[in-house]
């Protein structure tokens, strides 16, 4: 079956440094790929999202590209902030069949000042 | 454009009694999908409905069951509770079962004692 795998946190940063969120992916077909994010006590908001490979998604300063040939979505950011501080799920729903969201574990990131 | 909002937002229950969540999606989004998330086993789906149809179903027992409205609110209902149904329950809306982009809830947090 599909599946997504995320590199286990937390991940620990100073401010204003550089983020890497490693994602990889399994799926037969063609999967479009999301990165949620939760901070404390809230639901999952949309951060961003890519639909083919080689698309790079980006927003408020995040961006992840889809890699068809290392089946990856990594999310990457040039200089974090506390409030970025949340939890991020690497997700994908393929083109076909159920269409639900399959979701990675999770990786937990604490900025600190 | 209002977000999906669901209702209550925290829980309590015991063991054996049966409980009804509700989610409103955003204005014009006729599917609704809804999610478990545990700290063990992370966030899994539920079932989608999408004109007031059930259209997909996750690997949960039938214990777990939902229905959506003309007006694309739906519930899900969890009956003879158990301990390990403790759990954040999320509901999402997109526009058509076919989009790929699903929007959440804040998420209702249930507790069983």
């Known amino acids: 079956g599909n599946s997504v795998t995320q590199m286990e946190g937390p991940v620990t940063l100073s401010e204003e440094a550089f983020l890497t969120i490693n994602c990889t992916y399994t799926?037969?077909?063609?999967?479009?790929l999301f990165w949620y994010v939760q901070y404390p006590g809230e639901g999952l908001q949309l951060l961003l999202k890519?639909?083919?490979?080689?698309d790079k998604g980006s927003n408020k300063g995040f961006e992840a590209t889809y890699r068809k040939e290392t089946t990856s979505f990594h999310l990457e950011k040039g200089s974090v902030q506390v409030s970025d501080s949340a939890v991020y799920f690497c997700a994908l729903v393929m083109d076909t069949g159920r269409r639900a969201l399959t979701f990675g574990s999770g990786t937990r990131l604490q900025v600190q000042p | 454009k209002a977000g999906v909002t669901q209702t209550p937002r925290y829980l309590i229950k015991t063991r054996g009694q049966q409980v009804t969540l509700s989610c409103s999606p955003i204005?014009?989004?006729?599917?609704v999908s809804w999610y478990q998330q545990t700290p063990g086993q992370g966030l899994q789906f539920l079932f989608e409905?999408?004109?007031?149809?059930?259209?997909n179903k996750g690997n949960f027992p039938g214990r777990f069951s939902g229905r959506q409205f003309s007006n694309s609110r739906s519930e899900m209902n969890v009956s003879t509770l158990e301990l390990g149904d403790s759990a954040l329950y999320l509901c999402?809306?997109?526009?058509?079962?076919?989009?790929?982009?699903?929007?959440f809830g804040p998420g209702t947090r249930l507790l069983v004692l």
């Open positions: 409905y999408f004109s007031e149809t059930q259209r």
């Open positions: 890519a639909t083919k490979a080689d």
């Open positions: 799926a037969t077909g063609y999967p479009s």
């Open positions: 999402a809306s997109r526009l058509t079962g076919d989009q790929e982009t699903q929007y």
């Open positions: 204005s014009g989004h006729r599917s």
